[in-house]
């Protein structure tokens, strides 16, 4: 089955950029939605940015609109998110997840492949 590995989280300034990325395994990454998701200490789950299988359709959180970009690159089984402008709300484990669909709800309760997480940190 398909197994996802995140990367990239570490500690940086407000204003700051960080790039996270998804390594996917055991399958095509071809026919499956991914999504960003993060969690913040008190917090529920939440959808950051997801992205259809071709890459062809994506969605973004009000919160991280204008801010972060998402892409894949499906022959080499990577997915990114790019975080620019970093604000210490968006500290968080980010996880990134899989959906064999087409292009999935962007929630938690639709996807079902999950990542171990990684841990983004934004503080002066």
């Known amino acids: 089955q398909l197994q996802l590995a995140e990367s990239g989280g570490d500690l940086v300034q407000p204003g700051g950029s960080l790039r996270l990325s998804c390594a996917a395994s055991g399958l095509t990454l071809d026919y499956y939605s991914i999504g960003w998701f993060r969690q913040a200490p008190g917090k529920e789950r939440e959808g950051v940015s997801c992205i259809s299988s071709s890459g062809v359709n994506s969605n973004y959180a009000a919160s991280v609109k204008g801010r972060f970009t998402i892409s894949r690159d499906n022959a080499k089984k990577m997915v990114y998110l790019e975080m620019n402008s970093l604000k210490p709300e968006d500290t968080a484990v980010y996880y990134c997840?899989?959906?064999?669909?087409?292009?999935?709800?962007?929630?938690?309760?639709?996807?079902?492949?999950w990542g171990q997480g990684t841990q983004v940190t934004v503080s002066s």
């Open positions: 997840a899989a959906e064999p669909t087409v292009q999935a709800m962007c929630v938690t309760s639709a996807f079902h492949y």
